[in-house]
């Protein structure tokens, strides 16, 4: 019995196998139609737009505030300040923490992180948790606990839903999150089915086969070891151009099988957009320009901020939120994506103008945003 029936076994939990969502709790889980989530990373399609989103946003900065009435000051004293500026473990960097949670949930519909506390309780550390190595149960008060397998050891420890950090892709009981993968699944497989006929197409010479036509009739085994020898010396790349001599009475006839009748290349091609739509990348960011134009390539990045990286940033904002800062308290974090929306430098400081000219924002505010320091101040001088 594997781990995760024998932990829903002990708990009367075998009706929740059922749920799409559910699937998550398996070790190694992500499979779908026989391919895992990580096999799925051998798609480079997969791979550009799970790394693109994951990276992106390990490179936003993480600002936390204070709030103090209706303003906010940041914090800059704060422990998780001090994580992201120098680590949130002795192994492992802000930004290497935030891409290994992301790329999690993208691939497996759930990503995970121990929160660690020193003896007074104040946060201390994070700690990333494969969920191929967690196993997860609800208790009967409705909340969650996550068995962590300890790969080395072979132990398993409990970790209650406030000391994770647990982010989710959408579920389908509001507890799991169920990987876009397996939601998408005739997708992904149709896109692999593609590739694995491109590969098998190059293997065998990177053109249609044919047929060795004899005049008189050949038994069992005159045919078997005549494909077997033709095979060996004219099949695959590394034979291409080779030439070929047949005996007396044998005559080659190729399949008469056209490139358009492959439509290996737009097939393939059809296949990144697939998977761009299930991550909602603009094709260009994963490196597709077949239809890119100036305008949208310019406008692609503006896009990407605010219909793919703005969610996931709101989602970890909330996330931090609910498992790192006290209910009661006044902390809170941002992820800063500003330097993602902004516009090319004329539109940009034209909108400036704007806000100035209105009153809106001061000189100051200005060189805020622009992530300058305040403008130092003649002695008497008063900026309007």
């Known amino acids: 019995m594997q781990f995760a029936d024998r932990i829903l076994s002990r708990l009367g939990l075998e009706r929740r196998r059922a749920d799409p969502s559910w699937q998550a709790m ?3 889980q992500g499979y779908f139609g026989g391919m895992s989530a990580r096999a799925a990373e051998n798609l480079s399609a997969v791979l550009a737009c799970s790394t693109v989103i994951a990276t992106s946003l390990a490179s936003i900065p993480a600002l936390i505030y204070r709030r103090d009435g209706d303003s906010r000051v940041e914090a800059l004293n704060h ?27 993208l691939l497996m519909g759930n990503g995970l992180a121990e929160v660690q506390r020193s003896g007074n309780g104040s946060l201390s550390g994070l700690r990333f948790i494969p969920w191929a190595n967690v196993s997860v149960v609800q208790l009967s008060t409705g909340k969650l606990a996550f068995d962590v397998l300890d790969t080395k050891g072979g132990n398993i420890r409990r970790l209650l839903q406030g000391e994770v950090i647990h982010l989710r892709d959408r579920t389908d009981d509001g507890l799991v999150g169920r990987s876009r993968l397996s939601r998408a699944r005739e997708a992904v497989e149709a896109v692999q089915a593609s590739n694995a006929f491109a590969r098998s197409f190059l293997n065998n010479g990177a053109q249609p086969s044919g047929f060795i036509k004899a005049t008189a009739a050949l038994g069992p085994d005159a045919m078997r070891s005549l494909r077997e020898q033709f095979s060996a010396r004219f099949q695959g790349p590394s034979n291409a151009g080779r030439i070929g001599v047949l005996d007396a009475g044998l005559d080659w006839a190729p399949a008469q099988i056209s490139p358009e009748d492959a439509e290996l290349l737009e097939t393939r091609k059809f296949g990144i957009e697939e998977v761009c739509r299930l991550f909602q990348v603009p094709p260009p960011l994963v490196q597709d320009y077949s239809h890119n134009t100036f305008t949208n390539s310019e406008t692609a990045g503006r896009w990407f901020a605010m219909f793919t990286l703005s969610p996931w940033a709101r989602k970890i904002e909330a996330e931090f939120a609910r498992s790192v800062f006290p209910s009661t308290g006044t902390f809170e974090m941002e992820l800063d994506l500003s330097g993602f929306l902004r516009g090319d430098p ?3 400081w034209n909108a400036h103008k704007i806000a ?15 992530g300058w320091n305040p403008r130092a101040q003649r002695q ?5």
């Open 79 to 105: 422990p998780l300040t001090r994580l992201t500026r120098l680590g949130v473990n002795d192994a492992m960097t802000w930004p290497d923490f935030i891409e290994h949670l992301v790329a999690s949930a």
């Open 356 to 370: 100035l000219d209105a009153k809106v924002l001061d000189p100051d505010e200005v060189r805020q945003v622009e």
């Open 380 to 384: 008497g001088e008063v900026i309007a």
């Open 26 to 28: 398996a070790p190694g």
């Open 346 to 348: 004329a539109t940009r």
